[in-house]
DNA sequence: ATTAAAGTGTACCAAAAAGGTATAGATTTG
DNA sequence: CAAATCTATACCTTTTTGGTACACTTTAAT
């Protein structure tokens, strides 16, 4: 029941060009995040495949938030990097548990999961990055909502 | 941000048990639950360890759940098998991420990180097995409060 | 008592996932 | 053109997961 350490740097990735604002290149973003700066690259490339990041090429370039801060949150980052936040197999239409009507034997918990994911989900995309970059945030504000 | 495969045996094995009430041996839970012996086997030496399932040995000998079926829960089930369920490492004591009231740099999601958790934590153990192994149990009632 | 039917304990192993690195190339600014 | 910076693919190592082997102990039934 962990998100991978792929996705929590990109959340502090993410965290560090929502609260510039403009263009980073990667290796301040490494340096400030922590993490290796080709493994950082590497992430950058993954939340620019989710629409999260776009890039500027060549000398005086670097990465920017693609999206407005209040339309990325914890949950897209997190998908972004890891895929879909699922807590089991069951729950992947690829892995086709199709017995969600019919409580039976081994799928007693198909339901129990599908609801439960959906909690954990909607809970992940109410802390949007406007929130969590203001440096006077109400810490309480957003998590009383939990 | 998935549970482990053998923390979902672990659920259906322990559904078995609470929903039989008396002494199952391994090879009829692993007949039943669709996983091997032997796994089954390791799988029940940790729910010992959690205090959820005892055993009787010998001949005639078998598992049974260890405590009330009302207090036995998803939470307790997934932990006997993978640990605490933590979202990130940055919630794990030893790690000593201890930057909880200073939200500077890279700690900036710890507050969010440890009420989401708890979050999913009760959520978890909400879903008690006595209300799970009954034939016509509510899922709208277990499942409104998520 | 003996034997067969259980559970016990430790250790081992292979596959998959996670975490991270390398290298060669393309684009832009000055 | 040269330096700065992003792009693309592939590779590698370590850890975790999922599962197995084997020798041993306990109990019930005969």
Redesign the interface.
């Known amino acids: 029941?962990?998100?991978t350490?792929e996705a929590?740097y990109a959340?502090?990735i993410v965290?560090l060009l929502a609260k510039n604002g403009g263009l980073l290149d990667a290796a301040t973003l490494s340096q400030?995040?922590?993490v290796t700066e080709r493994f950082t690259v590497k992430i950058l490339r993954k939340l620019m495949a989710g629409g999260i990041v776009g890039s500027k090429m060549g000398a005086r370039g670097g990465y920017s938030l693609a999206d407005d801060p209040k339309n990325v949150n914890?949950q897209r980052v997190?998908e972004a990097i890891?895929g879909p936040?699922?807590?089991?197999?069951?729950l992947d239409s690829e892995y086709g548990c199709t017995r969600m009507g019919d409580?039976k034997?081994?799928c007693?918990?198909h339901?129990?999961f599908a609801?439960?994911n959906?909690?954990?989900a909607d809970?992940?995309s109410t802390?949007t990055f406007d929130t969590?970059i203001d440096d006077d945030f109400d810490?309480a504000a957003?998590?009383e909502k939990?």
Chains 1, 2 share one sequence.
């Not at 936040?85 to 069951?90: A, D, F």
């Open positions: 029941m962990r998100i350490q929590d959340l502090r965290y400030n995040a922590g914890m997190i890891d936040v699922e807590i089991s197999k069951c409580r034997s081994e007693t918990f339901l129990i609801k439960l959906k909690s954990i809970k992940m802390v969590v810490v957003i998590l939990f």
